[in-house]
C-alpha cells in the first residue's frame, strides 16, 4: 500500500504598493513600507516554511529574497508566478479605467474566460502557467511546507483553477494586500487531491493597525 504524503502550500500576496490604486500588471514597482510591514508580520506567523518560490517582480521579490536570507532557506524565483499582463490598462488608476472604459473593463469582470484586459494577456494563459508554477512547486518540495509569494490576480486564477471553479468565480475570492492563503495537496498513489485549508489567513492585522 502506498502512504499519502501532504504538501503544504501557502500563498503570499506581496503588500501595498507605490503608486497607489493603479493596474499594476507586468509593471515592476516597489513595496510601500506598510506594505514590506504587513508581509512581514504575516511571515513572523509562519516559522515552518521550509522554501521560498516567488515573482521576479520586485514587489514579490526583494520581500522573499529577504526572508529566505534571514531563515537560511532556499530562494526560487519563477517568472511563472509574475502578474497578469494588463496591456491597455497597466499603469492606469484604477478608477479612470473604470471611467472611461467601463464596458470593457464590465466585460473582464463578468466573463474574464471571454474577454481578457484590452492588448494584455488571456485568463487562459494565466491559469496554465501559474498552474505548472504550482505543480513544480509541489513535485519539488512533495511532503514539505513552502510559500508563493506572488499576485493579487495570479492567486485569484489559481486559486479558481484548482477548485475546479468558473473563471468568473475569480472575482469573488478577496485577496487584499498581504493575503495569505494555504492548500494541502495530498497524493495517494495515482491519486492526487488539492483542499483549500484556509483562505485570506489575516496574521498581521493586529501587528499593523496599532492594536
Known amino acids: 500500500m502506498v502512504e499519502a504524503t501532504a504538501t503544504l502550500v501557502d500563498l503570499l500576496r506581496h503588500g501595498e504598493c507605490e503608486g497607489g490604486a493603479i493596474f499594476r500588471g507586468s509593471r515592476d514597482v516597489a513595496l510601500s513600507a506598510a506594505g ?6 504575516q511571515a513572523d506567523a509562519q516559522p515552518h516554511w521550509q522554501h ?6 520586485r514587489r514579490c521579490r526583494v520581500f522573499a529574497e529577504k526572508l529566505a536570507a534571514e531563515r537560511g532557506l532556499g530562494c ?3 517568472r511563472r508566478l509574475r502578474e ?6 497597466e499603469g492606469r488608476p484604477v478608477a479612470e479605467v473604470w471611467d472611461q472604459d467601463h464596458d470593457a473593463a464590465q ?10 484586459p484590452p492588448g494584455g494577456e488571456s485568463l487562459a494563459a494565466l491559469r496554465a502557467r501559474a498552474r505548472a508554477a504550482f505543480e513544480d512547486a509541489v513535485a519539488a518540495h512533495a511532503g514539505g511546507h513552502v510559500v508563493l509569494v506572488a499576485h493579487g490576480g ?4 489559481l486559486l479558481a483553477d484548482l477548485l475546479a471553479m468558473p473563471g468568473a468565480a475569480m472575482h469573488r475570492l478577496e485577496v487584499p494586500y498581504a493575503c495569505l492563503s494555504r492548500l494541502r495537496v495530498v497524493a495517494d498513489g495515482a491519486r492526487t487531491n488539492t483542499q483549500l485549508v484556509a483562505h485570506n489567513i489575516d496574521f498581521g492585522a493586529a501587528k499593523t493597525c496599532g492594536a
Not at 514590506?36 to 508580520?41: E, G, V
Open 52 to 57: 521560498v518560490i516567488a515573482s521576479p517582480l
Open 76 to 78: 526560487t524565483i519563477d
Open 84 to 89: 497578469i499582463d494588463f496591456g491597455r490598462w
Open 154 to 157: 495570479l492567486m485569484r486564477a
Open 107 to 116: 466585460a473582464w469582470f463578468d466573463d474574464p474566460e471571454q474577454n481578457g
Open 36 to 41: 514590506l510591514a504587513r508581509m512581514q508580520a
